[in-house]
Structures are given as structure tokens and as C-alpha cells.
């Protein structure tokens, strides 16, 4: 009886982690639709990206994307760098702490299905070094919350980032996904997520 209790037992959590990864994957392909649905009509109206002339770790620039974006989020609550729109400390996939409270140039809002969601600007070198997409001026990346104030609040798990490249936006890890990994940073890992069908498998 034993043997069959721990058989159940582990059956059962194969399921659990299952069912909660394909509810992850659902939300990353809602999320990602909709940063690039929106993307669309902001280009439309604002010009390409390349003339918005961003500086990066910059909150004014971090707004202006955001005021961009803004008219087609539908929003329940918008924080700008304040406590309230992003679950604190959040971390690295390695299990160190990636942030304990909100940096100066973030610009942070919740969406009304109730992802959380960070706005910056970054500058190109960091773009590429933290979030392997190669860009050549200062850019916008999303970092995504998919589960909102839910644990575990961490990379690869449940936020998962996407950067502006040119006009269009883009899954992080897209030209390097070193950082995916279980000894690195995670940031890079949506493109991973991406190109294994959803598979959530780091090492």
C-alpha cells in the first residue's frame, strides 16, 4: 500500500506540474499577442521606434514608452515606480533576489486580467547582455508578471520578458539564451520557453 501511495503521490504531482505549466503557456502566448497587437497601433500613431529618441535608465523615457503603450492596455491599476503594481522580492531563476523594491527608472502597471507588468528602457549593451536580443539604439523591454502577485515570482517560471526590436516585439533570448539556466539570471528565458513547445526544461 505503501508503494502504490507514492506512486499516486508522484502521479499526482506530475499532473499538478502539468496542468501549471500549460496554464504558464497559455498566458505566454496571451501576453506576448498582446505586446505585439498593441505595439502595432503605437507604431501606427507615434512613428517607428526609432525616432522616439529614448534614453536608457531613464523613468521619463520609461514613461513615455508607457504613455505610448497606455490607450490600448486596459489597465487596473498603473504604479508608475511606486509599491503596488509588482510582488516584492522577486528573483533570479538561480534563487538569488533580482529585485527587493522598485528601481528609479522602473514604470509599472497591472493589466486587468492580472498580470503584473515593468516597462523600461534600456540601453542597447544591456539589452543584449541581460536579455540576448541585439538592437543598436536604447529600447523598450516588458517584463511580465504572467501570474500576477502569485508565487513564485520568478524568472523563467512565471515572468518572462520581451523586448522591442525595431518595430516589432520579441521574445528575450531570441539571439542568446545563455542566462537560461538554473545557475544564471533566467531573464532570458522566454524565447527558450518558446522554441521547446512550451517545455519547461532549464538546467
Known amino acids: 500500500m ?11 504531482s506530475g499532473l499538478q506540474r ?3 505549466e500549460q496554464k504558464s503557456a497559455v498566458a505566454i502566448k496571451k501576453i506576448y499577442s ?3 497587437q498593441v505595439t502595432l497601433y503605437v507604431i501606427k500613431d507615434h512613428d517607428s521606434s526609432v525616432y522616439w529618441d529614448l534614453e536608457g535608465y531613464s523613468h521619463e523615457a520609461s514613461q513615455k514608452a508607457f504613455n505610448y503603450y497606455e490607450p ?3 489597465t487596473l491599476r498603473v504604479c508608475s515606480n511606486d509599491p503596488g503594481c509588482w510582488r516584492y522580492p522577486s528573483w533570479y531563476l538561480s534563487g538569488y533576489p533580482y529585485l527587493k523594491e522598485t528601481e528609479f527608472y522602473n514604470y509599472m ?15 542597447p549593451e544591456i539589452v543584449m547582455r541581460d536579455f540576448g536580443v ?7 523591454v516588458f517584463l511580465a508578471d504572467i501570474n500576477g502577485d502569485n508565487p513564485p515570482n520568478t524568472m523563467g517560471k512565471d515572468i518572462f520578458a520581451f523586448v522591442l526590436r525595431g518595430d516589432a516585439i520579441v521574445p528575450s533570448g ?3 539564451s545563455y542566462t537560461c539556466n538554473v545557475k544564471s539570471t533566467g531573464l532570458t528565458c522566454t524565447s527558450r520557453v518558446i522554441n521547446d513547445n512550451y517545455e519547461f526544461k532549464y538546467y
Not at 134 to 140: A, Q
Request: hydrophobic residues 45%; negative net charge; glycine residues 6%.
Open 174 to 176: 531570441m539571439d542568446d
Open 134 to 140: 541585439n538592437v543598436d539604439r536604447p529600447t523598450v
Open 18 to 20: 502539468h496542468a501549471e
Open 109 to 123: 502597471f497591472t493589466l486587468a486580467d492580472g498580470m503584473n507588468v515593468i516597462i523600461n528602457v534600456y540601453p
Open 34 to 36: 498582446v505586446l505585439s
Open 72 to 74: 490600448y492596455f486596459k
Open 2 to 12: 505503501g508503494i502504490i501511495g507514492i506512486v499516486a503521490s508522484l502521479t499526482y
